[in-house]
C-alpha cells in the first residue's frame, strides 16, 4: 500500500500557505481591512453599514461529477461554502455572483449548475446577480468544469465576531459536517483514481449504507439557518475548510491563547477513515486535509455551551482554551 498524501496528488499545502502569506502582503498594501485574511473580509462603508465580501470555488469536486451525481449539487456546493465563509464575520448574505468555465460539455449540466445555484440563493433570501460562462478549450479538458462563486453580505455590529474576548476556560463547540464538503478531492481522486476504474464509485462504503459517490456528491452544508438568530451569542466561529480543523480554528482566536481539541469527543464518519484506510495516509495528514466531521467550530463562553449545543442535535464539546506560553501551537489536536 502507498502512504499517499495531499502533495502526491499534486497540493502542496506549504506552498499554498507561503504564497497566501506573501498574497496578502501585497494585497494589505491596497487596503486598510483589519480582517484580510480572515475567512471573508469585511468593508466598512458608513458608520451604520459594513459589507463582507468572499469568493472561492469547488475545486476538483467537480470531477467526480463525470462518473456520479447531480450537477446541481455544485451549485448548491458554492453558495453554502461562499455563505459559510462569510457567516464568521457576522455577515447576512445578500448578493451571489458565479463563474462558470469550461472546455466541452454538455449544456444541460451547465444549466443544472445554475438551478442549483438558484435554489440555494433562493432558500438564504440572496440575490443572484449574474455571472460568468467562459469557454477556454485551451486550459480545461472536455467536461471539466470550473465552478466559482463570489457573494456580498451586510455585517450585522450584533454579530461581528469578539475574538479578542476570547481567554482561557471558554469552549469549543463542533457542528458536524455531512461529508467532505469542498476539500481533499485531489487526494480522494489519486486514491481511488476514478479515471481508471470508475466502478469504485458504486461500491457500499463499509460501515454505511451509502455508495461512494454518494457521499462524496453531498452538497456542502450550509450553516447560516443554524447559526444566525445566537451568532452574537458567540465569541467566534471558525469554519473548517482546506487547512482542516488546526489551521481553521486558529484564524479564529487570539495569539496570546491556545485550543486543546481533543479527537475523541466525536465519532469520526466512516468515510474518512475509508479513505485512510485505503489510501495509507496518516491520521495527521487527514486533519490536514479533510474537516474529519466537523464542519464549523463555535468558541463560546461557558455560559452559553447549551445555545451552542443546540444549534444541531449532534454538536458536541470538542475543546477548550487555554492561555498560551511562548512556542506553544494555537491549536493542539490531542490523539493524533
Given amino acids: 500500500m502507498v502512504d499517499e ?3 502526491s496528488s499534486g497540493v502542496d499545502l506549504a506552498f499554498s500557505d507561503n504564497l497566501t502569506e506573501k498574497i496578502l502582503s501585497i494585497v494589505g498594501k491596497n487596503n486598510e481591512l483589519e480582517d484580510l485574511g480572515f475567512f471573508s473580509s469585511s468593508l466598512k462603508i458608513d458608520n451604520n453599514i459594513a459589507v463582507s465580501g468572499s469568493v472561492d470555488g469547488v475545486g476538483t469536486k467537480s470531477k467526480i461529477f463525470k462518473y456520479f451525481g447531480n450537477y446541481s449539487n455544485l451549485g448548491h456546493d458554492i453558495v453554502n461554502h461562499c455563505v459559510n465563509d462569510i457567516l464568521p464575520s457576522g455577515a447576512k448574505p445578500f448578493m451571489f455572483l458565479d463563474y462558470l468555465a469550461f472546455s466541452e ?6 444549466l443544472d449548475v445554475v438551478r442549483g445555484i438558484s435554489e440555494a440563493c433562493k432558500g438564504l433570501g440572496c440575490i443572484l ?3 460568468e460562462t467562459a469557454q477556454m478549450p485551451d486550459i480545461y479538458k ?6 466559482v462563486g463570489f457573494i456580498l453580505g451586510i455585517v450585522e455590529k450584533s454579530k461581528i465576531p469578539k475574538i479578542n474576548t476570547i481567554k482561557e476556560g471558554d469552549i469549543l463547540i463542533g457542528i458536524p459536517s455531512n461529508g467532505l464538503h469542498t476539500n481533499g478531492y485531489s487526494l480522494v481522486r489519486k486514491i481511488f483514481n476514478f479515471e481508471s476504474n470508475n466502478k469504485e464509485i458504486d461500491i457500499i462504503v463499509p460501515g454505511t449504507n451509502y455508495s461512494l459517490g454518494e457521499m462524496l456528491t453531498k452538497p456542502h452544508r450550509n ?5 444566525w438568530e445566537s451568532l452574537d451569542k458567540f465569541k467566534s466561529i471558525a469554519h473548517i475548510t482546506g487547512g482542516g480543523i488546526g489551521e481553521n480554528v486558529s484564524r479564529s482566536i487570539p495569539d496570546n491563547v491556545k485550543a486543546e481539541i481533543d479527537i475523541k469527543s466525536w465519532e469520526i464518519p466512516k468515510l474518512f477513515g475509508y479513505i485512510k484506510d485505503r489510501g495509507g495516509v496518516s491520521l495527521e495528514e487527514m486533519f490536514k486535509v479533510f474537516n474529519m466531521g466537523i464542519g464549523m467550530v463555535i468558541i463560546s463562553d461557558p455560559e452559553y455551551i447549551d445555545i451552542a449545543l443546540n444549534t444541531d442535535k449532534d454538536s458536541k464539546i470538542i475543546g477548550k482554551i487555554f492561555n498560551r506560553g511562548n512556542n506553544e501551537k494555537k491549536v493542539n489536536i490531542v490523539g493524533i
Wanted: proline share 0%.
Fill in 105 to 110: 460539455i454538455e449544456e444541460e449540466k451547465i
Fill in 5 to 7: 498524501s495531499y502533495k
Fill in 129 to 131: 446577480a449574474g455571472g
Fill in 142 to 147: 472536455k467536461d471539466d468544469l470550473e465552478v
Fill in 223 to 227: 450553516y447560516y439557518h443554524l447559526l
